[in-house]
């Protein structure tokens, strides 16, 4: 009869090894991700330790962060850590929700420039340079009023594909993701990146791209609200923002002062109203 137990107490023996493994579950997602996802993470040599079976050496996907500079007619304007995808959306959307694009500018030209950061230890690292091009100026920053009519009907559609929206969040567990609905609750795109902030403001860039009114769209967002980010959305003109976490103090205040829809713990059945109730209709 075979002995049960010899497996067992080699396995112990060895505990302490170091264990070649196939390569992870997660590797046949990987391997069927569409190009642009798939351009966004990677694989690393790690090491995982278990209890019962040791350290084990493996193959392990990991997010890809990309050091990309900002400038709108050949002035610099920041750089951020972002995920490689959706790039001439991060630039338009971050220099709108950070106040610089003005009413009635138009984009004129949009240019990326990828050019080698040497940093030893560092492998293929480059920096990205996006540049923004606009005409037809004016003096007047974006401005909308709030004649918001918000159905629950609507958060309640959106609440329900929020859990859909986290492809490479599954896969990696490094990023957070933003999403632009319609006020219909109709998804129209969404972006995950490793920065919250680059999230939003791809998905700003899109609207803008686009040619769509992001006063009658919602932002959601997998990340917390604090001012910063409440500005975000004021700044491009959107009047509602959901949000799976939680917003703080100044994220509220600066909601209410603005007259924006900020709905936080957003989950299929239930959301924390920070701001805005008299706009939710409750009927619909």
Not at 54 to 68: A, H, R, T
Not at 111 to 127: A, P, S
Request: proline share 1%; aromatic share 6%; with cysteine.
């Amino acid at each position: 009869m075979e002995n049960t137990n010899s497996k067992g107490s080699n396995s112990n023996e060895n505990n302490k090894n170091i264990h070649k493994t196939n390569k992870i579950s997660r590797m046949d997602r990987y391997n069927t991700l569409d190009e642009d996802i798939k351009d966004t993470v990677t694989l690393r040599d790690a090491y995982s330790w278990d209890e019962e079976k040791g350290l084990i050496n493996k193959s392990d996907i990991v997010v890809v962060e990309q050091i990309c500079e900002f400038y709108k007619n050949d002035e610099y304007r920041g750089k951020v850590l972002a995920s490689p995808n959706g790039l001439k959306e991060l630039l338009v959307g971050h220099i709108i929700s950070e106040g610089n694009f003005k009413k009635d500018e138009k984009i004129k030209e949009i240019k990326i420039i990828e050019e080698n950061d040497e940093v030893e230890g560092l492998k293929d690292r480059k920096i990205i340079k996006l540049k923004l091009y606009t005409e037809n100026n004016d003096l007047n920053k974006i401005k909308t009023e709030n004649n918001l009519n918000l159905k629950l009907s609507t958060i309640k559609k959106i609440m329900v594909q929020m859990p859909t929206m986290s492809n490479i969040w599954e896969l990696t567990g490094g990023v957070h993701w933003a999403g632009l609905f319609d006020m219909d609750g109709n998804k129209l795109t969404y972006y995950e990146d490793i920065g919250r902030h680059n999230a939003i403001d791809k998905v700003i860039g899109y609207a803008k791209i686009n040619g769509l009114d992001i006063a009658n769209c919602i932002i959601v967002s997998s990340g917390r609200q604090p001012t910063a980010m409440v500005k975000k959305a004021v700044n491009a003109g959107c009047k509602v923002i959901i949000t799976k976490s939680p917003s703080t103090n100044h994220g509220i205040d600066l909601a209410n002062k603005e007259k924006i829809v900020l709905l936080g713990f957003a989950r299929i059945n239930r959301f924390m109203i920070y701001s805005g109730l008299d706009y939710i209709n409750f009927e619909e």
